[in-house]
């Protein structure tokens, strides 16, 4: 009898501790210590993304083509140095799916604090992945262009 006991107690335990875990990690993307999708832990040699913000001058016209590190248009902005932390602006930008009217309007807000932008902004997904002879490969795609006139989303997202 106390062995039928025992052995529901620890049945009922083992249930609870991985319906617990499941909901913790699928409802936060990986993300819950010390199962982070943060590469430091988990992700080791494998594709990373970050978040880079270039101010546009005002005459220069957009392009949506993937480019190098090395030649991204326009001027660096730095993100911290106005207020927003780049690990949150990074995956705001890797884990949105779909880019419509509302998250671009989160993305301004996050970037402007709700201001009306008075600048040219281009939001790029930064990736990078280790080659086959030990080098690193980074591309950057343009996700959003934020200006003072108009919003726009790169068309082939």
Known sequence: MKEKNLTKKAKTIVVTVLTVYLLTVATNLGEFWPFSIFPMFSQGGKTWSRSVVREIPPSDSVSWDVSQLESLPGLPFSVKSNGVDPIDLANFVSKTTTWDSVRVAALERMLFGG???DRKLMIFKVQGRL?????VDVAATPYVLISPGIDLVNPSL
Request: aromatic share 0%; proline share 12%.
């Open 131 to 135: 080659t086959e002879r030990d080098g």
């Open 115 to 117: 201001a009306t932008p």
